[in-house]
């Protein structure tokens, strides 16, 4: 199963969905920002309940100056703080390594050995699903769930374009304005399996939600987990900081 996405620049690429465990999340802490150079890295994971909802964060950032420490109040202000948002920029692990070895940290280790340094849990709280659309799922489906991935930082309109030519959006598909609307969609069939998602501005246009609703007719739980991780991966490939993942039926 295949999703298709674009990376922060401008090539095309495709995004293999698998039952791997997800890879860490990097980012680099100042860099790709004009006037400003590399400071450090964060590495983070979400923690995830048995339906894939967000249970909590850990992180572990890294500095030439003090090495490895562990911060949940790092994870938060790179959500809420408006200075600490323009400053961090997600990053994949190939350029983290570069960033790591050219600051003098040497090879940056392994996830496995990286996780050790999570020392200083954040938990998100969590809730029962709520219902959101129609109790039971249409014929041919045994089961229907609506999920919400929220994001901190913003979209350039070039990124947007970006989104809607990978994900194939129909024109006909974000045609409504105003807030709410989808900016960019896709869908995935996969052996019997729906799944359709949209991305739109929420809180007052403060934040970006990716909607994503699974119509399963098998028991397809762990695709489904891999699908809701690779999208939010595909937003973090363009710049969008993930902050929760919630569900909805």
């Given at each position: 199963m295949t999703i298709d996405s674009l990376p922060a620049e401008p090539a095309s690429a495709t995004v293999e969905v698998t039952d791997a465990r997800p890879h860490?999340?990097?980012?680099?802490?100042?860099?790709?920002?004009?006037?400003?150079?590399?400071?450090?890295i964060v590495v983070e994971?979400?923690?995830?309940?048995?339906d894939f909802?967000?249970?909590?964060?850990?992180?572990?950032?890294w500095t030439p100056q003090a090495g490895w420490w562990s911060s949940a109040s790092l994870s938060r202000d790179?959500?809420?703080?408006?200075?600490?948002?323009?400053?961090?920029?997600p990053t994949t692990r190939q350029e983290a390594e570069d960033v790591y070895r050219a600051l003098g940290g040497g090879q940056l280790p392994d996830e496995t050995l990286l996780r050790t340094h999570f020392l200083n849990h954040q938990p998100i709280a969590s809730a029962p699903p709520l219902r959101l659309g129609p109790a039971q799922p249409p014929a041919g489906f045994h089961e229907r769930r609506v999920y919400r991935v929220l994001f901190a930082k913003d979209l350039r309109a070039e990124q947007v374009a970006a989104l809607r030519t990978a994900w194939r959006t129909p024109e006909a598909g974000t045609s409504a304005a105003g807030a709410g609307a989808s900016a960019a969609s896709g869908r995935l069939d996969e052996h019997g399996d729906q799944f359709t998602w949209d991305l739109r501005r929420v809180g007052h246009t403060l934040a970006w939600g990716l909607?994503?609703?699974a119509l399963l007719a098998t028991d397809a739980t762990v695709s489904l987990g891999s699908t809701v991780?690779?999208?939010?991966?595909?937003?973090r490939q363009h710049g969008l900081i993930?902050?929760?993942?919630?569900?909805?039926?």
């Open positions: 860490l999340d990097y980012y680099l802490v100042g860099g790709r920002v004009p006037g400003t150079t590399v400071e450090g994971e979400f923690t995830r309940d048995r909802t967000t249970t909590g964060l850990d992180s572990a950032g790179m959500r809420t703080d408006p200075e600490v948002l323009a400053r961090v920029v909607d994503v609703t991780s690779e999208l939010t991966n595909v937003l993930p902050v929760t993942t919630e569900r909805f039926s």
